[in-house]
């Protein structure tokens, strides 16, 4: 495996297409297709499928999109050092969480850190909900952001919390049911529903999700891939959603009522150890600090 494979193939991933990634790096695309190829017969893995039509990574391409960016980022910073010496050691805290709604919080914890490790180098991962606790058993990243996993689900890692958060029902404010307590999950059986995947959301979320599908008809579900798609269609006004109140955005066009019955949801980090990383363990303190002072 070498960098120039990974290079085909982070620009593949990209554009999801065999031609425009060539142009991208300024070499035909039978070169391009050589690469996926080779690197595929390397790890044994179908990175990405396709048809004639389309051009889409495979479960195992999501997963070790990654991996690449991580080994070109290693790659990059290695050159670096070695052309410039005197730059000094790089500092890396590396963060996973599975939406970009929680990356809002980490401006002024990673500010600070900063000032105490100036050659500080944060990397912050976005990955699917279905990986995210892989990558941290891999040591790919340093501490993820997430909601507790219950009992039945092992995680490998220490849980620090940071919030206790209500789930809550979203609507817009014409959607917007009467009253303004808490709604019980009856109240909403007769509307509309957006959900987000539950492949990507807390346990929790999808337990609630699934006890009001009941009966009901296609025409009164849609669908979000992310936190933020569902946001958008509950604005457009095809229903309302079901979310923990972290991940809804403060926002005067939404109306947030709290669910009657339904435990919050507790909001913190995941890491392995502080024991011989002093980055990190500053990091977990600054983290906990700033959700203190939050509530």
């Given at each position: 495996?070498?960098?120039?494979?990974?290079?085909?193939?982070?620009?593949?991933?990209?554009?999801?297409?065999?031609?425009?990634?060539?142009?991208?790096?300024?070499?035909?695309?039978?070169?391009?297709?050589?690469?996926?190829?080779?690197?595929?017969?390397?790890?044994?893995?179908?990175?990405?499928?396709?048809?004639?039509?389309?051009?889409?990574?495979?479960?195992?391409?999501?997963?070790?999109?990654?991996?690449?960016?991580?080994?070109?980022?290693?790659?990059?910073?290695?050159?670096?050092?070695?052309?410039?010496?005197?730059?000094?050691?790089?500092?890396?805290?590396?963060?996973?969480?599975?939406?970009?709604?929680h990356l809002f919080s980490l401006h002024e914890p990673l500010r600070q850190?900063?000032?105490?490790?100036?050659?500080?180098?944060?990397?912050?991962?976005?990955?699917?909900?279905?990986?995210?606790?892989?990558?941290?058993?891999?040591?790919?990243?340093?501490?993820?952001?997430?909601?507790?996993?219950?009992?039945?689900?092992?995680?490998?890692?220490?849980?620090?919390?940071?919030?206790?958060?209500?789930?809550?029902?979203?609507?817009?404010?014409?959607?917007?049911?009467?009253?303004?307590?808490?709604?019980?999950?009856?109240?909403?059986?007769?509307?509309?529903?957006?959900?987000?995947?539950?492949?990507?959301?807390?346990?929790?979320?999808?337990?609630?999700?699934?006890?009001?599908?009941?009966?009901?008809?296609?025409?009164?579900?849609?669908?979000?891939?992310?936190?933020?798609?569902?946001?958008?269609?509950?604005?457009?006004?095809?229903?309302?959603?079901?979310?923990?109140?972290?991940?809804?955005?403060?926002?005067?066009?939404?109306?947030?009522?709290?669910?009657?019955?339904?435990?919050?949801?507790?909001?913190?980090?995941?890491?392995?150890?502080?024991?011989?990383?002093?980055?990190?363990?500053?990091?977990?303190?600054?983290?906990?600090?700033?959700?203190?002072?939050?509530?």
């Amino acid at each position: 495996m070498n960098t120039f494979q990974l290079a085909c193939f982070l620009a593949v991933s990209e554009t999801l297409n065999f031609a425009r990634a060539a142009q991208r790096m300024n070499i035909t695309q039978p070169a391009v297709t050589h690469q996926i190829r080779s690197l595929e017969e390397e790890l044994n893995t179908k990175l990405f499928r396709r048809t004639t039509r389309s051009v889409e990574l495979t479960e195992a391409g999501r997963l070790f999109l990654h991996d690449a960016n991580g080994m070109m980022t290693i790659a990059m910073r290695a050159k670096k050092r070695f052309e410039d010496p005197a730059t000094g050691e790089i500092c890396e805290l590396s963060v996973g969480c599975h939406g970009y709604t929680h990356l809002f919080s980490l401006h002024e914890p990673l500010r600070q850190l900063a000032q105490s490790y100036p050659n500080l180098h944060p990397r912050l991962q976005v990955v699917p909900y279905d990986f995210l606790y892989r990558i941290l058993e891999e040591e790919h990243v340093d501490v993820i952001l997430s909601f507790q996993e219950n009992a039945a689900k092992k995680v490998p890692g220490i849980y620090v919390e940071l919030e206790k958060t209500p789930m809550v029902c979203v609507t817009t404010r014409p959607q917007a049911l009467e009253g303004g307590g808490p709604l019980s999950l009856e109240q909403l059986r007769g509307q509309r529903l957006v959900l987000g995947d539950p492949r990507k959301a807390p346990r929790s979320l999808a337990q609630t999700q699934a006890q009001l599908l009941g009966e009901r008809a296609p025409g009164e579900l849609f669908f979000g891939e992310s936190p933020e798609a569902v946001i958008t269609l509950v604005k457009a006004g095809f229903g309302l959603a079901l979310m923990p109140r972290l991940l809804a955005p403060p926002d005067p066009e939404l109306v947030l009522r709290p669910l009657a019955g339904v435990e919050p949801l507790s909001f913190g980090m995941y890491y392995k150890t502080l024991k011989g990383n002093p980055v990190l363990r500053r990091f977990v303190e600054l983290m906990r600090l700033q959700y203190a002072e939050m509530q």
